[in-house]
C-alpha cells in the first residue's frame, strides 16, 4: 500500500488536547494556548490522520450542518491562521 503524500504537517512543538467536542493547542515555541471550536477540533484530528485537505473536507460536511462554501471559507481562514503561527506547515513536494 502506497503512502499518500501530505498537504500539511504538524509542528512538532505543538500539543493538541481535546477537551470534549472542542480542543486545546499548546505551541510550545511561544507557550501560546489556543482554542479550537468542534469543527477546528475535527478538522485537526482529520487532517492528522488523512494529510490531505479534500477528503477531510468531504468528511465534515456529512458530519456538520453547514454549506460547503462557507466550510472552505472557515477552513481556510483557519488553516492560514495556523500556517501564521507556525503550528502547520504545508508540506513541500516536488
Do not use: C, K
Not at 36 to 47: I, Q, Y
Not at 50 to 69: I, S
Amino acid at each position: 500500500m502506497t503512502e499518500v503524500a501530505r498537504e500539511y504537517e504538524f509542528s512538532p512543538e505543538v500539543l493538541f488536547q481535546p477537551m470534549g467536542d472542542e480542543a486545546v493547542l499548546l505551541n510550545l515555541s511561544d507557550n501560546h494556548y489556543y482554542g479550537l471550536n468542534e469543527v477546528g477540533a475535527r478538522l485537526w484530528e482529520l487532517l492528522s490522520e488523512q494529510g490531505q485537505l479534500e477528503p477531510v473536507l468531504a468528511q465534515l460536511l456529512t458530519e456538520f450542518e453547514v454549506d460547503e462554501d462557507t466550510l472552505r471559507q472557515d477552513i481556510a481562514t483557519l488553516i492560514d491562521e495556523l500556517v501564521n503561527r507556525q503550528m502547520l506547515t504545508r508540506a513541500e513536494h516536488g
